[in-house]
C-alpha cells in the first residue's frame, strides 16, 4: 500500500495563536458568566487595561483615548512578524500623535515581557515607547484573536471599524480613517473558509454541488479567506492533486517548479520576470498586497506523480497567463557562503534542532546535515534579499551553529557573527544559480530594440 504524501508551504506573516494559560483581565460587566464576543459597528465597553507598561498611568482605559483613533496590537514575545512591526508602529505613533493612540495588548505577563524587552533592546537597539498591556487573555478572547499579529480599529466614539492584518496598517490608510475618507482594507476573519484543501473544489458540499470526478483543473481569481498555501499530495494509488492557492502569477509558477520531494521552493530572489508591467504579477506594490492580483488553482486527477502533475500544471498556467516559463542557470548576483575551517562547524552531537527564536534572539542549529543549512539562510535570514544565497559549505558530518542575542533581522549583524565565531563568510559574488525565468511573448525582441 503507498503511504500517503503531502506536501505543504504555506506562507503566512503571523504567528498561530496557542492558548496558554494566563492570568485574566475581566470585562467591565463583571457579572456575565460568559466571555462576551466582540462586533464590527458596535460600542465597546469601556475596558480597563491593567499591568501597563511604557505608560505614566499604570491603569488605563477605553474613555480616556475617546477623541482619538485607537488600534489595538495583539501580539505576543513569540511571534516574529509582531516584532518586526514594531520600529513601524512607532514612528506612525510619533507621527500622528495626539490623532492615534497605539496600544500593545498580549496574555503574557509583565514580567515575561519586561525581560522581552531588555533583551530587544539590548540586541537590536530597539528602545520600545508604545504602551503595553499585559494579562489581557480576556480581551484576546473577545476580540476572537485567532492568529497574530491581530488589529483591531476603534474610531474616536470607541466603536470598533475594522480588524485587519499588519499589511494593512500603513501610513495612507490611518491617514485616511483619521480624517473620515473612504478606505479598501480587508476585514480579518476570525475562522477560516469552510473548506477542505486536496478535495474538488465547488463539488459535493466543497463549495459547490456536483457529482464525483475523474479529473479537473480548475483557476479561480482569489476567494477571500483563503489560505496562503502550495502543495502537493498523494494520499493513495487511485488519485493525486496539486494546488496554489492566494498566489500572484509569480507565486503560482514558483509551485509549478518547486523541488517538493527535497523540502525546496522557489524564493523571489530566484525568479525573473521578463515582462513589460511587472506590478500584475508581484506579491505587492509599495507594500500593499495586491489581493485583486491573485489566484486559486486545482489539479485533480487519477494517481499521477509530482513531476507529471507540475508539467500539467505548467501547461495550464502558461497557456492561461500567455507567457512562457522554464528553469535556467544564469550568472547572477549572489550571498555566497563559504567556511575558513569546517571543524568549527562539526556537531557535538545531541538531539536535531533547527530553529530561530524571536523572544530570544537567538538562532540554534544542532546535529543537522549541511543541506539544513541552506534553509534557515535561504527562507529567514536572506528571504527578503534580492540576491540569491548559495552555499559552498559540504560536510560529511552534520554541524551545529548556535548564535545567542543576534539580531537575524539584520543581515549583516548575522554575518559578522558568523565571522567572528564560526570564520564563516558571507560575500556578495558571481555565482551561476537555477532561476525561474517568466517571459512575455516579444520581450525579447522589445528589450533589443
Not at 101 to 106: A, G, R, S
Not at 357 to 368: E, G, M, P, Q, Y
Not at 380 to 398: A, G, L, W
Request: charged content about 20%.
Amino acid at each position: 500500500m503507498m503511504k500517503t504524501k503531502i506536501f505543504l508551504y504555506t506562507i503566512l506573516e503571523l504567528c498561530i495563536f496557542q492558548g496558554l494559560g494566563q492570568n485574566q483581565t475581566h470585562l467591565t460587566d463583571s457579572k456575565a458568566n460568559h466571555v462576551k464576543k466582540m462586533t464590527l459597528g458596535e460600542q465597546l465597553p469601556n475596558f480597563r487595561f491593567n499591568e501597563v507598561i511604557n505608560s505614566p498611568i499604570k491603569v488605563l482605559d477605553l474613555s480616556s483615548m475617546k477623541g482619538q483613533f485607537v488600534i489595538m496590537d495583539f501580539w505576543h514575545t513569540r511571534c516574529a512578524a509582531c516584532i518586526a512591526a514594531f520600529p513601524k508602529l512607532q514612528k506612525l505613533q510619533e507621527k500622528y500623535r495626539g490623532k492615534l493612540k497605539i496600544i500593545l495588548l498580549t496574555y503574557q505577563s509583565k514580567k515575561t515581557v519586561q525581560n522581552f524587552l531588555v533583551r530587544q533592546n539590548r540586541v537590536t537597539g530597539m528602545d520600545l515607547q508604545l504602551p503595553i498591556a499585559c494579562n489581557q487573555q480576556s480581551l484576546t478572547d473577545y476580540f476572537k484573536v485567532p492568529s497574530y499579529p491581530h488589529y483591531v480599529w476603534i474610531d474616536e466614539k470607541g466603536i470598533a471599524q475594522f480588524v485587519t492584518q499588519g499589511y494593512d496598517v500603513t501610513e495612507e490608510n490611518i491617514g485616511k480613517v483619521i480624517n473620515h475618507q473612504p478606505v479598501n482594507m480587508q476585514q480579518k476573519a476570525d475562522s477560516d473558509l469552510d473548506f477542505q484543501i486536496f478535495k474538488p473544489l465547488f463539488v459535493n458540499g466543497n463549495g459547490g454541488i456536483g457529482s464525483p470526478i475523474l479529473y479537473y483543473s480548475i483557476l479561480t481569481h482569489y476567494i477571500k479567506n483563503m489560505p496562503v498555501l502550495g502543495g502537493y499530495t498523494s494520499p493513495n494509488d487511485s488519485n493525486s492533486a496539486i494546488v496554489a492557492y492566494s498566489y500572484p502569477i509569480v507565486g503560482m509558477f514558483q509551485v509549478a517548479f518547486n523541488d517538493f520531494l527535497n523540502g525546496l521552493r522557489i524564493p523571489d530572489n530566484r525568479t525573473i520576470l521578463q515582462v513589460a508591467d511587472t506590478s500584475k504579477y508581484v506579491w505587492e506594490i509599495n507594500g500593499v498586497t495586491q489581493w485583486d492580483r491573485f489566484y486559486a488553482y486545482q489539479l485533480f486527477s487519477p494517481y499521477r506523480s509530482i513531476d507529471s502533475l507540475q508539467k500539467l500544471m505548467r501547461e495550464d498556467l502558461m497557456r492561461y497567463f500567455q507567457v512562457e516559463a522554464h528553469m535556467e542557470m544564469r550568472l547572477m548576483k549572489c550571498w555566497v557562503l563559504r567556511a575558513e575551517d569546517t571543524a568549527l562547524l562539526v556537531t557535538k552531537g545531541g538531539y536535531l534542532l533547527n530553529e530561530m527564536s524571536a523572544d530570544n534572539f537567538t538562532i540554534s542549529i544542532r546535529n543537522v546535515p549541511d543541506s539544513e543549512l541552506i534553509f534557515r539562510f535561504v527562507y529567514n535570514i536572506f528571504s527578503k534579499s534580492r540576491f540569491p544565497f548559495i552555499s559552498e559549505v559540504h560536510m560529511k558530518s552534520n554541524i551545529d551553529i548556535l548564535l545567542d542575542n543576534i539580531n537575524f533581522y539584520d543581515e549583516k549583524s548575522v554575518i559578522e557573527a558568523l565571522k567572528s565565531k564560526y570564520k564563516l563568510s558571507i560575500q556578495l559574488e558571481d555565482h551561476l544559480v537555477n532561476m525561474l525565468v517568466i517571459t512575455e511573448p516579444g520581450f525579447r525582441k522589445k528589450a533589443v530594440n
